[in-house]
């Protein structure tokens, strides 16, 4: 079983609403990803969380905030954003750190009023 | 700038045929390589790794890679309408952190 889920599917929000995404995962892997995707661009990375501490935050701005509960878990706090960053927002999963392939799950359509 | 770079396409292939996908990449210290397919609003699929120089098969889909010449293709034999989306090539060097290259858009006309 590779899935990895995201909820919500779709979310709309003014840019002063505070939401948050989330992921899950049940395969066991240690490390997770958030990607942010524009269209018809590929995914850029925003963060990787290995064995539940930050490891890589690609310079992201604050109104961007990861948070890993535990290592099935993986949250996005979002707040005060702006129109441009109205994207897909992208979960991924490995089995650790290293060459393990990623597994993303069906990512949450943001747009921001 | 460690860059990985596909033609954009569209790439057009007749139903049955052969599609060939390319994929460079510029940083020699690259160890893994990945090829993700995604449909037009769906997030990205795994569809083949492969890690060593040489061709690596599964189902209709066949990886090279040939780490001299810092490229990596993807073949899709019996291409079938299904088959159209975006493929995208991925590619790992030391650390965990996955480069995607711009993809190319495949079209497969019946």
């Known amino acids: 079983d590779t899935e990895v889920t995201q909820t919500p599917k779709h979310l709309v929000m003014g840019m002063t609403n505070k939401k948050s995404l989330k992921c899950e995962q049940h395969?066991?892997?240690?490390?997770m990803y958030w990607y942010k995707q524009k269209a018809k661009k590929p995914p850029e990375l925003m963060f990787v969380?290995?064995?539940?501490?930050?490891?890589i935050n690609e310079s992201v701005p604050s109104r961007f905030s990861p948070e890993c509960p535990n290592s099935s878990l993986l949250n996005l706090h979002l707040h005060a954003l702006q129109p441009e960053d109205s994207a897909l927002y992208l979960c991924?999963?490995?089995?650790?750190?290293?060459?393990?392939?990623?597994?993303f799950g069906p990512g949450t359509r943001l747009t921001v009023t | 700038q460690k860059e990985v770079e596909q033609n954009s396409g569209p790439l057009s292939v007749p139903e049955g045929a052969i599609a060939s996908l390319n994929c460079t990449y510029s940083?020699?210290?690259?160890?893994?390589f990945f090829w993700y397919r995604q449909y037009s609003g769906k997030s990205p699929e795994l569809i083949m790794s492969?890690?060593?120089?040489g061709d690596k098969e599964d189902g209709r889909f066949t990886a090279q890679l040939n780490k001299a010449s810092q490229y990596v293709s993807l073949l899709i034999r019996d291409s079938q309408p299904s088959d159209s989306a975006t493929y995208l090539c991925a590619v790992k060097a030391a650390g965990n952190k996955l480069t995607f290259g711009g993809g190319t858009r495949v079209l497969v006309k019946p």
């Open positions: 492969i890690y060593s120089n």
């Open positions: 940083d020699r210290g690259s160890q893994s």
């Open positions: 969380y290995s064995y539940e501490k930050l490891s």
């Open positions: 991924a999963s490995s089995q650790g750190d290293g060459a393990y392939e990623q597994y």
């Open positions: 395969m066991g892997h240690r490390a």
